[in-house]
């Protein structure tokens, strides 16, 4: 594996702070965007992750609060009663959602949050939060390498095999309303394009918080 540049942002209390960004990462099953989320979580200590609320059963190696929030589907009913998620789905009968003031805080303290979710929940996220938005789409190199993938798993019995890669041929048809979308062909080229898409985005002068203060002050020099 290649060695991984440090695209943490410099000190900006000379300069502006800013506010931090919604990543949002999303492919068909398989496409390598859960490998790519832990990548740059690992690499990049202002990357956090969004941690979902979820009304499915918790599998043996998840945790409460670091894979899912896992509650009932009452107390996921009040949420979104409560207009406390930024997005929410059902997914093969079990129901998906985005709590809002974790995201909400991050985002104040300068962090960028990353999402792992799909194209119903990014048409979402896009009404709710488009400012605070980056999407990226992460294609496979064919289908039939995305089959052997998920065949390569071991862990999915045939029936979901053929479902998942049902929903990926309508997932992959959406692929043109994302800010970006790549080609995961080879891991590390995919991973370094993400990173040189946040560095992007993170600098981009609306973000900046007082840099139109500190060129004033430039100005009065």
Known sequence: MTAHTDLTLPDLSLA?????????????????????????RADDSQVTLSISVTTRDRRPAEEHGRDYHFIGK????????????LEYAEVYGNHYGTPRDPVEKALTQGLDVLFDIDWQGTQQMLRRARPDLVTIFILPPSMQELER???GRAQDPEEVIARRMAKAHDDVS????????LVNSDLDETYMRVRAILMAERLRRDRQIGMAEFVSNLQSE
Request: charge should be positive.
């Open 16 to 40: 502006a702070k800013r506010r931090g960004l919604m990543l949002i990462l999303s492919s068909p099953s398989g496409t390598g965007k859960t490998t790519l989320s832990r990548m740059l």
């Open 74 to 85: 009452s107390d996921f009913d009040e949420l979104v009663a409560g207009d406390r998620l």
């Open 149 to 151: 993938r998920l065949r």
């Open 174 to 181: 959406h692929w043109n309303k994302y800010d970006y979308t």
